[in-house]
């Protein structure tokens, strides 16, 4: 019993030392930048949100962020980095539906476990896609998109942001519900794949609604549909996929923010608050919704939950769907 008694008493010890501890650092965290990773190119959707929170939340509390931007792998290797990193506050990352997502459920292997391997911070914004043209294409409206790659037996050629991404997984969906076959043509970002598509190199793209904003708005771009089951208030003109023709039509990407496993809860307790505070300001949410976003919220818990139920969702989309990247 003594033994017993000395081995609770030490254990009680170390778990007191252990959150003594993780407090003290919770306590003098931010004393130098936060890293803050975006998993894909700058310009693109990701990274415009990010900055967007980033730059608020430093403007309420004045903790400084690096923002980093790593492409490739479909938004995995930046989210790798975040997964390895120190477990210290100091390295957080922009996570989304397709590297927590779609990407465990459609690839054979996944660098990390984003169940094991990632604590989640705090939801950020949901976002619709998108489906544009070249402004110098022929094809003025889905139909006219649908008929022509029926008319097409190889395919009409869709560029992707990456391979994996809400906009890759939203092609493949309207091309399996029109009834036509489509090519995937992938790149290291949304930027890259818009230039390259607006040069005639690609013919369609589901893009986010950040990325294709301002070349619909210098006329280099036609939006012939959205994937939400609702209209874009930024995009009011444009109807959905589902009014033109395929009802239940849905595919929408979520951004949340992570951190490597095993981050003290404080720091990213703290972390929660702040961008809970700076998503209920008036200001940001009405330049997310310029840019066709719409804030969401949660303590840590309630989205951790969120991400295991999206998930399971994505998941069983991609099974029945027989859907496979290498």
């Known amino acids: 019993m003594n033994i017993h008694r000395r081995t609770l008493a030490a254990a009680i010890a170390v778990l007191s030392a252990a959150t003594l501890l993780g407090n003290a650092h919770a306590q003098g965290w931010p004393d130098r930048p936060v890293r803050f990773v975006v998993p894909y190119t700058a310009g693109g959707g990701t990274d415009a949100v990010t900055r967007l929170i980033a730059d608020k939340i430093t403007r309420d509390t004045r903790w400084a962020f690096v923002v980093d931007n790593k492409p490739g792998g479909g938004g995995n290797i930046g989210l790798d980095q975040v997964a390895k990193s120190k477990a210290d506050g100091y390295t957080i990352g922009m996570g989304q539906t397709a590297n927590l997502a779609i990407n465990p459920a459609a690839l054979p292997k996944m660098p990390f476990d984003p169940a094991k391997d990632l604590v989640p911070v705090a939801l950020v914004a949901e976002i619709p896609m998108v489906l544009v043209v070249p402004a110098q294409s022929p094809l003025k409206s889905l139909a006219d998109l649908v008929k022509a790659a029926k008319a097409k037996p190889a395919g009409l050629n869709q560029a992707l942001a990456s391979t994996g991404t809400v906009g890759h997984l939203a092609g493949e969906m309207l091309a399996r519900k029109a009834g036509f076959k489509v090519v995937n043509v992938p790149y290291k970002g949304a930027a890259p ?48 996929v589902a009014e033109q023709g395929y009802p239940g039509f849905e595919a929408i990407d979520w951004k949340v923010i992570v951190a490597p496993a095993g981050t003290p809860a404080e720091i990213v307790k ?7 505070k700076a998503l209920a300001e008036p200001a940001l949410i009405a ?19 969120f991400i295991k139920t999206e998930q399971g969702a994505w998941g069983a989309l991609i099974r029945e769907a027989g859907i496979r990247f290498e």
């Open 193 to 240: 794949a818009l230039t390259e598509m607006i040069g005639g190199q690609t013919d369609y793209m589901f893009a986010t609604p950040q990325s294709v904003m301002g070349l619909l708005q210098a006329g280099k771009l036609r939006a012939l549909a959205v994937s939400s089951s609702r209209r874009v208030a930024a995009l009011g003109h444009v109807p959905t």
């Open 270 to 276: 703290q972390l929660n608050a702040a961008a809970a």
């Open 287 to 305: 330049k997310l919704a310029e840019e066709g976003s719409v804030p969401m919220q949660g303590n840590p818990e309630q989205v951790a939950r």
